[in-house]
């Protein structure tokens, strides 16, 4: 991932450095040969620059603006990439399951499995399952949620008390 954003960034200060040399190598300090007269089949002119000049030289054929445009294209990617990755990079790692916590997840489906069967979902039910919770690992926990309150969403399970769902 370094090695992306290093790469990034010094494409973009490559960009930056070419466009500087362009712009050094195509002035010059003698004065421009007098423009072709209208009509006497010349090539055409070329584009004129955009932006300000900087200490009166300027690079022929490069359209400033465009080339910051790009710059500003390729820094805010760059950008993008980084935070991307520093997000990724502060997600923990996914816990192994273990031996108890893969029992646990087995009697938490087994809890679920038997409320769908009887149709309810009770106190009883809700003090099983959080007992089971405080021994699964995240993933496991998110697994078992996602089919309990769809199964309650759909009505194939009532919920006859008021309080916490586990």
Same mark, same amino acid.
Do not use: C
């Given at each position: 991932?370094?090695?992306?954003?290093?790469? /990034?960034?010094?494409?973009?200060?490559?960009?930056? =450095? /070419?466009?500087? %040399?362009?712009?050094?190598?195509?002035?010059?300090?003698?004065?421009?040969?007098?423009?072709?007269?209208?009509?006497?089949? $010349?090539?055409? $002119?070329? $584009?004129?620059?955009?932006?300000?000049?900087?200490?009166?030289?300027?690079?022929?054929?490069?359209?400033?603006?465009? %080339?910051? !445009?790009?710059?500003?294209?390729? %820094?805010?990617?760059?950008?993008?990439?980084?935070?991307?990755?520093?997000?990724?990079?502060?997600?923990?790692?996914?816990?192994?399951?273990?031996?108890?916590? %893969?029992?646990?997840?087995?009697?938490?489906?087994?809890?679920?499995? =038997?409320?769908?069967?009887?149709?309810?979902?009770?106190?009883?039910?809700?003090?099983?399952?959080? $007992?089971?919770?405080? !021994?699964?690992?995240?993933?496991?926990?998110?697994?078992?949620?996602?089919?309990?309150?769809?199964?309650?969403?759909?009505?194939? /399970?009532?919920?006859?008390?008021?309080?916490?769902?586990?």
């Amino acid at each position: 991932m370094r090695l992306h954003q290093a790469l /990034i960034v010094a494409a973009v200060l490559a960009a930056i =450095s /070419i466009a500087f %040399l362009v712009g050094r190598a195509s002035s010059s300090d003698a004065p421009s040969a007098a423009p072709a007269p209208a009509g006497a089949g $010349a090539a055409a $002119a070329p $584009a004129p620059l955009t932006g300000p000049a900087r200490s009166g030289h300027a690079a022929a054929g490069v359209d400033r603006g465009a %080339l910051r !445009q790009v710059i500003r294209e390729e %820094l805010s990617a760059a950008l993008d990439d980084r935070d991307a990755n520093a997000a990724a990079a502060n997600e923990p790692e996914p816990e192994a399951p273990t031996k108890a916590n %893969l029992a646990a997840t087995k009697r938490a489906h087994a809890v679920v499995a =038997s409320a769908r069967k009887a149709g309810e979902w009770t106190k009883a039910d809700a003090k099983a399952l959080r $007992a089971e919770f405080k !021994q699964m690992n995240d993933a496991q926990r998110e697994e078992l949620i996602t089919t309990l309150f769809p199964a309650i969403n759909r009505g194939e /399970i009532k919920v006859r008390y008021r309080g916490r769902p586990f």
